[in-house]
């Protein structure tokens, strides 16, 4: 049985004086709910492994019990990262391994299935939860409000025979009748529940609100003081407020904020990550807390996930965007060049953005770029880095310099995990727009499993719809819809590499591809397989029940 999160560490800085937030990271199960992302165990474990390195607090890894596929990946995690304490140079931990979780409704098979897949972390958390508003228990329940408190009392009691670290929450809380939330969580806190989280699922509460919901709920239920209960808040951006609401949420008592990377999550989605830790630390001598998290992580953090789930980060994204310590104003610019603090509340090095300028180019050789490899702190296998640096080679031939970031991509679009799961591959890709004749695009692939080469040429409205259209015909498919399509760049420049990102729907399902390449068609094209890729690893592993 594992012993639940360490209260007294988390309790204090190193100055005594300041308390800790437990950050508690759901980008791989809330996050992954977004439309069109759907990752694998070997992505799950690849990001959960830099949500280590950033040192969050608990990783929850996934929904155990939603498909025999989210059970693999939430027992991947728990295997590795639930098992690996990060030490330094002389073999002294830097940090233990993080919680992880896994959500489970108040539901016997839920909770046995998530057991089940935490069974080989050294510390887990079975996180809990039922519908407490009168809209869902009447819309998703039918049931009344003693069979609710019943059957989260019988959830949270099932829960604690696994571990000792569990976490109860009223779904839908802030739109929950108070007295009826005091009940609930009053019963929670006697069942054994060690976290209460208060989320505000649909992003309706406003912050000042928000803030006095822990006030009361303290006051109210004295048991949570009392028993050392952490309260926890998550919360969703529907108004935009997501961050403002958890901030003022631990304020006024809350010492757990559950949040997403990049502010994933379905609809607006989740708490910002990188934008409330930097808050917190940044506005410390206001909120007298910290947290432990490594913000020099951010950055890559933000990328791998990016990469990963075919989500783009706007330019104007807060902390981790382009233009986040961008300075074009002329006005600007000249503070700037006086002393940074004129125009930047925070230090570019603390959330990882680098000033690097490094320039590579197709002269360059395999010691250069595993150096450049080491900069960026990819760790690769040998096998990995052939891949990368053949990669690396064809594009510099086209594109003639590449600085670091143009290497994470390349190294990202062709060693990522996604890259590592067997698929459908392009080998070749051409394509030719002839004045008076329509825009034609031939694509070679070599088919996921091995097998003969399969080419197919057609034509299309624009080069990106031939180049979909031949790759679509390549594989013999029918039910493919592309609905989304955005381009960027890795980097800036008129020669900047182009990263393009595609959402298609087949049977019903959305899936986001991405793809990175010289050319904006070819791009395209690598970003429409990938999508197809991962929807047809969904078909082999069973559809993912959404909740």
Known sequence: MSSPTDVSAVSAIADGTDERIIIF?????????????????????????????????????????????????????????????????????????????????????????????????????????????????????????????????????????????????????????????????????????????????????????????????????PSIDAKGVILSVHCHNDLGLAVANSLEAVRNGARQIEVAVNGLGERAGNCSLEEVVMAIRTRQDLLRLDHGVHTPELLRTSRLVSSLTGYSVQKNKAIVGANAFAHESGIHQHGVLQDRLTYEIMRTEDVGVSGSSIVMGKHSGRHAFKQALDQLEMDLTDVEVDVAFAAFKEVADKKGELNLEDVRAIVLDHTGAAARIEGHELASFSCANAPEAKPTATVTIRPAGGGEYVTATATGDGMVDAACTATREALGLTDVKLTVFNVGAVTEGIDALATVTITIEVGGNAFTGRGVATDVVEASARAFLDAINRSERLARGGARRVH
């Open 25 to 221: 990271d759901t980008t791989l199960r809330d996050g992954e709910q977004s439309p069109g992302i759907s990752l694998d165990a070997r992505e799950k474990v690849e990001i959960a492994e830099q949500l280590a390195r950033l040192q969050v607090d608990i990783i929850e890894a996934g929904f155990a019990a939603a498909s025999a596929g989210d059970l693999d990946a939430v027992k991947a995690v728990a295997e590795t990262v639930g098992n690996e304490d990060r030490l330094d140079a002389r073999g002294e931990v830097i940090s233990t391994a993080p919680v992880i979780a896994s959500l489970a409704r108040c539901v016997p098979g839920d909770i046995e299935a998530a057991a089940k897949a935490l069974a080989p972390a050294a510390r887990s958390r079975i996180h809990v939860f039922i519908s407490s508003s009168e809209i869902q228990m009447r819309a998703m329940l039918q049931a009344s409000n003693e069979q609710v408190i019943a059957s989260a009392v019988a959830g949270i009691e099932q829960a604690r025979a696994h571990t000792d670290d569990v976490e109860f929450s009223p779904q839908d809380a802030t739109r929950t009748e108070w007295s009826f939330l005091v009940e609930l969580v009053s019963a929670a806190v006697e069942a054994g529940a060690t976290t209460i989280n208060i989320p505000d699922t649909v992003g309706y509460a406003l912050p000042h609100d928000y803030g006095q919901w822990m006030v009361r709920l303290r006051k109210e239920i």
